[in-house]
């Protein structure tokens, strides 16, 4: 009733997204995927299981010991609640609220216990504790605790589902009619899809496309309520609201996207059909003053993004996006509007459900990431994988073929090689190329000898550089290495 973002739960969660450290952050991303939230979410909820047990246990050894931690429990909420970038003082009510339940509730349970074992003791003459409630207590216990539960479980749904009104951006996102580009993306050639069973296809799907955020709530908004503020260093200060949007002339491309976070190899990548608004449009409407070098983009949920203005306005394909793949935004890829920008990787680009955009300076302003030790500009690394067959998989002595892609988002790939074992490398086959903002798929035919054998792959772009073969992690500005795969040969 009060905002989504302000239940204890996902504020903690938050809370833990934001301070957790970075090493940490990759191996929950690397080990996860696209699952990382839903780990989160399993690994909170058995957390506080085991510590809410512990309370009951506490409160009834030694009283108030148990109802004390609770409290500190709720205090934590207001504290993670009061936190949020769009946090107002009413975001501490669900967590005083929770606080006080869970202390009465605990109070009611030990209290039914307590007045038990004093039936022991007064009946027996042993010290409380020392014996078990009778059957018909135990039995009532149960049922009250079950109760609660049930209760609380149902408390739940009905503020999710009903409370939290997601319902209305997911009705809303069904009555959005895109309209026709006045640039469309070309067709894609067949020569540019080489649909090898067990292969990347060419354009991802929307169902599949790759999401790492920080968003553990999808923010909740309609194209009523967006509007997209733009201010800071510019001539002129103007707010664009969705129909004077739609209005504009649109862009469509092919982009693919990618996040810092891939490792080599990794699958954090997709290429989409983007539509949108040119952003260099909007930029020149408000009137970019001397000296701006960053756009600082805000998500609905308070995330920001630092952007080298540059990137939006040399002519690269940079969109305000409202499509993908043909329909509107889906509600996780940042509906009703996300930004879109070839040759950056996500975290300095890619900013969803976008509602502010600040010119300033990357001397005086910092971003999300940024602030927590990442590079500022993040333009992509040349890359490339294996996608088939399997690593560690079996197969006849004889013809394997083995099939993957490459990127060298806004620079374009010019080969790609592959080296068997130590081997000399030799070249693989290109797919026809679609653009220079995407990737491209490759295959190689090996005559494969019997034996345990490596692949290795490595591309090189049109400026004639090859992928850097030393492995690096992820932080700070994107994985290097080369991918390989271990085949057994039969």
Partial sequence: MVAPGASPYFAVGSAVVDHTPDGIREWAIGTFGTSDKLALFVGMGVIIAAIAAGCGVAERLRPPTGAVIVAVFGVVGVIAALERPDSRWTFAIPSVV?????????????????KAGDTIAHTTGAEVGEQSPPDGVGRRFLLAAGGIAVLAVAAGVVG???LADTTRTVVDRTKVLLPVPRSAAPPVPVAADLRIPGATPFVTTNDDFYRIDTALQVPSLTTGDWSLRIH???DNE????WDELLAMPMTERMVTLTCVSNVIGGDLIGNARWLGVPMKTLLDRAGVQPGVDMLLSTSADGWTCGTPVSVATDGRDAL?????????LPVEHGYPVRQVIPGLYGYVSATKWVVDWELTRFSDAKAYWTTRGWSALGPIKLASRIDRPDSRSEHARGEVVIAGTAWAQHTGV????VRIDDGAWQ????????????????????NATPGDHTVTCRATDKNGRAQVETYASPVPDGATGLDSRTYTIT
Avoid: H, K
Wanted: proline residues 3%; charged residues 20%; aromatic residues 8%.
């Fill in 98 to 114: 929770a606080g006080l339940v869970a202390v009465i509730v605990l109070r009611i349970l030990v209290g039914m216990l307590r």
């Fill in 160 to 162: 999710r589902r009903v």
């Fill in 232 to 234: 800071g260093m510019v």
């Fill in 238 to 241: 103007i707010r664009i609201g």
């Fill in 320 to 328: 305000l996006a409202i499509g993908m793949n043909g329909a509107p």
């Fill in 414 to 417: 010019a080969s790609v090689d």
């Fill in 427 to 446: 070249p693989a086959q290109l797919a026809e190329e679609y653009s220079v903002d995407t990737w491209r798929q490759w295959r190689f035919t090996w």
